[in-house]
């Protein structure tokens, strides 16, 4: 079982949709990051988190420390938020980091 | 391997030290990233690989860091006369191409003291 787990692998939504992408992880973190990567792009870090919820324009992410989840939300989403989305976690023993596989998003006009 | 291969996975230093990181990459990636993360900070990009083509070091902080991949597979970052501000996990990552479908590796925790 993998430490971090995002879902879904893959979403395909229409432009102005509401956009949820769910990561899950089992070990203790000391931080959880959303990243984002645009195709021939460099990775993008949107949040670091550690409690409760950030929010970054029609971005917005929150965290469950009890239940080891996190969602990152996507308002009105728009056909430039087609990206990969990865969920990363800081463990608390070593710093190192954990990184789910991905969620690839693409949004449709 | 079948992943990113990042060594050494923790390397301790004494300020003013040069150091070398490695990362092999996954065969065949022609794309590879250096990435850091400082205690508490997002990830900062340090430079980028895409096969032959001249490397992005757009990232670099100063001229104490340097990198180079040899032969478009294994990448070295050097870090000269290091200072406590640079203690960081150094993150690689390969892809196929600059599309999607990015590996990560676990990362080179670095700290100098």
């Known amino acids: 079982k993998n430490e971090v787990e995002q879902s879904p692998q893959n979403l395909t939504a229409q432009e102005g949709e509401f956009i949820t992408i769910n990561c899950s992880y089992s070990v203790g973190i000391s931080a959880l990051h959303w990243l984002q990567q645009h195709p021939g792009g460099g990775i993008v870090s949107l949040f670091m988190?550690?409690?409760?919820?950030k929010k970054h324009g029609r971005l917005i992410a929150t965290i469950n420390i009890q239940e080891k989840h996190s969602s990152l939300h996507i308002t009105a989403s728009h056909p430039r938020d087609s990206a990969v989305y990865i969920c990363?976690?800081?463990?608390?023993?070593?710093?190192?980091?954990?990184w789910g596989a991905g969620t690839k998003l693409i949004i449709k006009p | 391997g079948a992943g990113v291969s990042q060594s050494p996975s923790n390397k301790v230093t004494e300020k003013g030290k040069d150091v070398e990181l490695r990362c092999d990459p996954i065969?065949?990636?022609?794309?590879l990233y250096w990435y850091r993360q400082s205690l508490g900070q997002g990830l900062e990009f340090l430079i980028y690989f895409q096969g032959n083509s001249a490397p992005d070091k757009s990232g670099l902080p100063s001229d104490r860091f340097s990198a180079e991949r040899t032969g478009g597979s294994v990448s070295t970052l050097t870090i000269q006369r290091t200072q406590q501000e640079d203690s960081a996990v150094y993150l690689c990552?390969?892809?196929?191409?600059?599309?999607?479908?990015?590996?990560f590796g676990s990362g080179t925790r670095l700290t100098v003291v």
């Open positions: 988190l550690s409690s409760g919820k």
């Open positions: 990363a976690v800081t463990m608390d023993s070593n710093y190192q980091l954990i």
């Open positions: 990552a390969s892809s196929p191409s600059s599309g999607y479908g990015y590996t």
């Open positions: 065969s065949g990636h022609t794309a």
